[in-house]
């Protein structure tokens, strides 16, 4: 036989396995199969011989054919699926969803103060009592002793509400005692409150005072209720909120609706004090305002700034910073 029908095969086989492309593999078939190809040239060449080398060298021909063929096909699905999958591989969507992680806030430091001292005060056998913050003078003022020609009442810089009437009546609060008298008429003793609230007077703001604040105001009536109940009261409210290391102490003071009246102190374990309200007997007036027999019951009241508390707590300087929402210094806290 006139062509090294072997290594055709041999060297088409191997180009087409490094063909990377179907259109590659199929270029390669053309020129070892097409019309100009050396097997369709030996081909023609067989008649030339005589018919028992024909039929051998046909045959050969053929197998080499056929196994060529066998190569083009299996190369070429097998680029066809690599291609396949690489296009897949390109079109493929990110569908992953990136969630960063959600904002979460926090409770104002006057709103956690807030609710640290109820805990400590419900823990204490208390229960909350709220009142309106647009009170009527008789509340916030007469039923708690502090009649019209009281000097008390100038000293509360009261902020009046002005809706058309007798703008004298009613007022915003200013302080949380009138939530004394709504619980004495509305429940019957024995009565252990405490009142927690916004309160607000005319005043400027500054590092100390702001004309809306917080106090929390408690309210004892039982029978035989004493100073002394009073002074253990406050100083298990001190070593329950504040903790082990502090104390307390009543100094003898003046309010129109309690009587005797005082001053409670609390000394912190480095023996400094800070003054933190005031507190008394509920006077006799004010129980009868409240629709309760002094003959019967007796009671004492306390009320302290919250705010003075948050600002304590986390060593802050000046009260406007709380009030001035700004995210960047609440979220400190
Ligand atoms: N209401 C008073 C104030 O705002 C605080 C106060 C003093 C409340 C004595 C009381 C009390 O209940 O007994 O300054």
Redesign the pocket.
Known sequence: MSIDSQSILDSAVAEITDATSAEQVAEISRSYLGKKSELVEARKGLGALDPQERAEAGKQLNEVKTQIEAAVASRTAELKDSEFALQLESERMDLTEVIDRPIVGSAHIVTQAWQELEDTFIGMGFTVAEGPEVETDWHNFDALNIPPSHPARDGFDTIYVDHGGDESTTLLR????PV?IRSMLTSEPPIYIVAPGRVFRRDTADATHMPVFH?I??LVIDKGISMADLAGTIEAFTTSYFGEGFSSRLRPNH?P??EP?AEFDIQMPDGKWLEL????MVHPNVLRAGGIDPEEWSGF????GIDRLALMKFGITDLRELFTNDVRFLKQF
Do not use: L, R
Request: aromatic fraction near 20%.
């Open positions: 200013t302080h949380t005692s004394q106090q105001e408690g309010f609706f309690t009246s309200g005031g507190c008394g009241a306390f009320g302290f």
